[in-house]
């Protein structure tokens, strides 16, 4: 392996292991369940978490590194178990540079149900652009999760998708921004749980839906930083 590919692969682990703070400092994860992974732009390789580690024990060292196939490629640990998914999501999406899956609580009870969240929030029409999809219900192991993935998000606005009975799985350009998709999956979550069980939501008019999620994705931020990592 080359100096650049390494230093590249390096700064991966580095970022993968540190991403995996904020499910725990958002609580979108119990135990070591969930798990986040980044693509090594340009190669048939993916940085992902070990199975079965304590969330205090993760560090760059112990990040696994892949082939897109699934295959450890170096390190000693057995990867998370839900590897197969990720090595599919990025076989199948070139443009997904990232991955997260948690069952943080108030999303999987949406998908627990195979409801679909309604966009009835500006903060939701900024970040999904909509509803945020069911996606099928599928065993681990396999590429049944990962194909489920793929076919609700292909040509789908949200980078979220909630996959029944199970939890959620996100997508982005890199691991962080698909890491804040995962955040802002369960922020809507809870707030449309809520809003849900104590009334009827006021629904939104999609035009209002289709200028919140261009202006989002197209304006909003600072213009040295793209929106994504706002
Ligand atoms: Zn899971």
Known sequence: MNVEVSRQISELRESVARLHGELTRYGLVAWTAGNVSARVPGHELMVIKPSGVDYDDLSADNMVLCDL??????????????????????????????????????????????????????AQADEFGGEIPVGPFALIGGDDIGKGIVSTLTGHRSPAVLMRNHGVFTIGRNARAAVKAAVMCEDVARTAHLARALGQPVPMAQADIDALYDRYQNVYGQRSSPPANS
């Open 69 to 122: 196939d699934g295959v450890p490629v170096e390190g000693e640990l057995s990867p998370s178990s839900d590897t197969a998914a990720h090595a599919y999501v990025y076989r199948a999406m070139p443009e997904v540079g990232g991955v997260v899956h948690t069952h943080s609580t108030y999303a999987t009870a949406w998908a627990a149900r195979g409801e679909s969240i309604p966009c009835h929030l500006t």
